[in-house]
């Protein structure tokens, strides 16, 4: 599946254009991930990166089958991420066999179905990442998980993140997914973005997670429903 979205001046932020496709299930049968109109949001810029290097960017589902195949470039990604200050549930420095380990582990519930691996990708150059988790419990159907939402350092600020965020919207749709939950650090800007896009905090759980000197940081729990 591919989605395709024009480059966009820095007025428009996070904005996510486009029109959703008349049929879901058409569009899951294809693999694609229609995009959604979204309000406009006025976002800093991150990086001194020309707009113009940025032509379009694509979102795709990567499979169990197609996960060697992205295996270089997301453990580039993952470990420019954890080293650049944003954990990800990892220590920096994080080593090349570590975070290949992580990755090659997702295979098993690629296969089974119960999560969904997207990337984004500038000129074929993958620059970001997300993960859907369908919660495996017969009382919980209609529930999912956000995990490992991360975009190239030299490219934030540009509308990926939101973009990823809005396909896996998207995707959980498609599975009859209704009720999003998350964890993201308190006080990142990760929070503020996920909240200019409609999710609530249940809230904040201190000393959640440490630092490389043991340091302690809050992260607090969010929640959207689609269905609302």
Sequence with gaps: MRQRIANMPRALGHGHPGQRCASMSQACAKGRYPSVSRPLIEEPVLSNMSLSKMSSISIRSVKAADLQEALAPLVGL??????????????????????????????????AGSRVLLVASSDDKIVGTGQLVLSPWSNS?????????????????????RTLIASLHDA??????????????????????????????????????????????????MYQDLSA
């Excluded at 749709?173 to 800007?189: A, D, K, M």
């Design 78 to 111: 993952l470990i420019d991420t954890v080293d650049g200050g944003h954990s990800m549930g990892f220590l920096p420095p994080l080593t090349r066999a570590k975070a290949r380990r992580y990755w090659l582990s997702l295979r098993r519930d690629l296969q």
């Design 141 to 161: 159907p209609h529930r999912a998980e956000l995990h490992k939402v991360f975009v190239d350092r030299s490219l934030r600020g540009r509308g990926i993140g």
């Design 172 to 221: 959980a749709r498609e599975r009859g997914r209704s009720l999003l939950v998350l964890n993201t650090r308190h006080g990142e800007p990760a929070q503020a973005l996920y909240r200019r896009l409609g999710y609530r905090e249940v809230g904040i759980l201190p000393g959640w997670t440490l630092g490389p000197a043991g340091q302690r940081y809050a992260h607090v729990t």
